[in-house]
Structure formats: structure tokens, C-alpha cells
């Protein structure tokens, strides 16, 4: 009897456990949103700013070594309304990149993955020289880490000052500039760490390590609860930490 108490409590705290950490990777609600669950992302929608909030993926080993192939077909996300429907031409001409939040190279898993990762909700307005260079470099870093560790969390979204730059010539839709990226990172575990990462909306040619800082600061810029599933003792600890050293950076 005492062996099947001990076996239906484990059961029990297995399942609630799994209920805990259920899409860990999501933050907690913004008043507002519009939230887009796809089958490889879950994407908080601004339809103010016509850009995401945040995007947020569990990245793992069989979605970076997939073998599905980069299809480059920017769309219209057809999970939003029409009148905030941003498509592949509000960007044209404007200097800007079509910036990837989640990374198509994060989606190679299967072609719904990688047709879903191009819709334009997925999109920010992005210095070129940023998107390919420094912030392609971080999304590389992010990819070795999620082989090494089996499995991290990623968030990823724009950063905001008051009264940005305005893409976009369609009537009604005007894409706001983002002043800066964040991007934050948890690996689960026998010791669980958490790390963020902020840069602004232009060109580096500097180490990703002057970039690092804490979760709590991206919290305290973009206004977002990261991770809030996790349990307030540990979320309190990682949150604060900024060790890019036990990252092997």
C-alpha cells in the first residue's frame, strides 16, 4: 500500500509539474494583445505598433538540425484580421529589413514551421547590418546552446521609446521602428540560469558579451513578466543574474 502511495503522489506531482512548465517560454498576458499560437511560436501581435510585443519558442536540437529548407515568402499572417494584416510590401523601400523574431533557421523542423516563421507578424522593422550581422550572431549563439543543452526558452520583441518612426504608405498601416532589440534565454535543469540580451536598432561590431544583462532589466524596458510559470524563489534568482561566463561566452 505504502508503494502505491508513494508511486500515485509521484504520478501527481509529475502532472503538476508538467501543468507548471507547460509553454514556460510564455510570459505573462499584455493588456491589448492579440495572441497568435503557431505550431513552432506563440506571438503576443501590438496592433498599434503593427509589430509583435514578443515572440516567444522552445528551441531544440531536431528543429536546428532539421532539413527543411529556407523558403523566403514573406505573407500576411492569416491568423489576424485584415485591417492589421501587415504584408510583404508595407516594408519596401524603406531601409528596413523584414526582421525575423523567431529566426527561420530556428524552424527547420518541417515546412508549416518555416512558412509560419514568415509571416509578418513574425517581422520588425530591422537595421540591415543589425539583422546580419550581430543579431544573426546571437540567434547562431542561440542555436549551439539549444544543441548543447537539449532544450532553452527564447523570447525575442521589439523595444519602444515614446513616438517612433513610421513605416509603410498603405493608408492605416504604419509599422513602428523598433529603438531596440531584447532577447532572453532559460535553460532548465539541475541548476536553471537565465540570461538577456539588448541591442539597439542599428549596426555593432562589438563582442556579444557587452550586450548581456539581466532578464530583470529587459523586464524593466519592455514592461513584460517573463517566465512567470516558474516558481518565485528561482524566477526571483536567475532574473537577476547576468553571467555570460556560465553561458561559455
Same mark, same amino acid.
Given at each position: 500500500?505504502?508503494?502505491? /502511495?508513494?508511486?500515485?503522489?509521484?504520478?501527481?506531482?509529475?502532472?503538476?509539474?508538467?501543468?507548471?512548465?507547460?509553454?514556460?517560454?510564455?510570459?505573462?498576458?499584455?493588456?491589448?494583445?492579440?495572441?497568435?499560437?503557431?505550431?513552432?511560436?506563440?506571438?503576443?501581435?501590438?496592433?498599434?505598433?503593427?509589430?509583435?510585443?514578443?515572440?516567444?519558442?522552445?528551441?531544440?536540437?531536431?528543429?536546428?538540425? =532539421?532539413?527543411?529548407? !529556407?523558403?523566403?515568402?514573406?505573407?500576411?499572417?492569416?491568423?489576424?484580421?485584415?485591417?492589421?494584416? +501587415?504584408?510583404?510590401?508595407?516594408?519596401?523601400?524603406? /531601409?528596413?529589413?523584414? &526582421?525575423?523574431?523567431?529566426?527561420?533557421?530556428?524552424? /527547420?523542423?518541417?515546412?508549416?514551421?518555416?512558412?509560419?516563421?514568415?509571416?509578418?507578424?513574425?517581422?520588425?522593422?530591422?537595421?540591415? =547590418?543589425?539583422?546580419? =550581422?550581430?543579431?544573426?550572431?546571437? $540567434?547562431?549563439?542561440?542555436?549551439?546552446?539549444?544543441?548543447?543543452?537539449?532544450?532553452?526558452?527564447?523570447?525575442? &520583441?521589439?523595444?519602444?521609446?515614446?513616438?517612433?518612426?513610421?513605416?509603410? /504608405? !498603405?493608408?492605416?498601416? !504604419?509599422?513602428? +521602428?523598433?529603438?531596440?532589440?531584447?532577447?532572453?534565454?532559460?535553460?532548465? =535543469?539541475?541548476?536553471?540560469?537565465?540570461? &538577456?540580451?539588448?541591442?539597439?536598432?542599428?549596426?555593432?561590431?562589438?563582442?556579444?558579451?557587452?550586450?548581456? +544583462?539581466?532578464?530583470?532589466?529587459?523586464?524593466?524596458?519592455?514592461?513584460?513578466?517573463?517566465?512567470?510559470?516558474?516558481?518565485? !524563489?528561482? $524566477?526571483?534568482?536567475?532574473?537577476?543574474?547576468?553571467?555570460?561566463?556560465?553561458?561559455?561566452?
Amino acid at each position: 500500500m505504502n508503494k502505491l /502511495r508513494s508511486f500515485l503522489v509521484s504520478c501527481l506531482l509529475m502532472a503538476m509539474n508538467i501543468g507548471v512548465y507547460a509553454q514556460l517560454e510564455k510570459p505573462a498576458p499584455v493588456k491589448g494583445e492579440i495572441l497568435l499560437r503557431h505550431s513552432a511560436y506563440i506571438c503576443s501581435f501590438n496592433t498599434d505598433r503593427l509589430t509583435p510585443n514578443y515572440v516567444a519558442w522552445c528551441l531544440t536540437p531536431d528543429r536546428v538540425n =532539421g532539413k527543411t529548407k !529556407r523558403t523566403d515568402f514573406f505573407d500576411g499572417d492569416p491568423m489576424i484580421q485584415s485591417r492589421y494584416r +501587415v504584408i510583404h510590401g508595407d516594408y519596401s523601400n524603406s /531601409r528596413y529589413d523584414r &526582421g525575423h523574431m523567431c529566426p527561420a533557421a530556428d524552424n /527547420r523542423q518541417s515546412l508549416t514551421a518555416m512558412t509560419e516563421c514568415f509571416y509578418m507578424t513574425n517581422m520588425c522593422p530591422q537595421n540591415h =547590418g543589425l539583422n546580419t =550581422g550581430a543579431w544573426n550572431d546571437l $540567434e547562431i549563439q542561440c542555436r549551439s546552446w539549444a544543441c548543447n543543452y537539449k532544450k532553452i526558452y527564447v523570447v525575442s &520583441g521589439p523595444i519602444y521609446k515614446d513616438n517612433p518612426l513610421r513605416i509603410g /504608405r !498603405r493608408k492605416g498601416f !504604419r509599422i513602428a +521602428v523598433p529603438d531596440s532589440f531584447f532577447k532572453v534565454v532559460l535553460m532548465m =535543469g539541475k541548476t536553471p540560469k537565465a540570461i &538577456g540580451f539588448i541591442y539597439g536598432n542599428r549596426n555593432y561590431n562589438d563582442d556579444i558579451r557587452d550586450h548581456a +544583462v539581466t532578464v530583470d532589466k529587459v523586464e524593466q524596458l519592455t514592461g513584460l513578466d517573463f517566465f512567470p510559470q516558474l516558481d518565485d !524563489r528561482t $524566477e526571483k534568482k536567475i532574473e537577476a543574474e547576468c553571467k555570460p561566463a556560465a553561458w561559455g561566452i
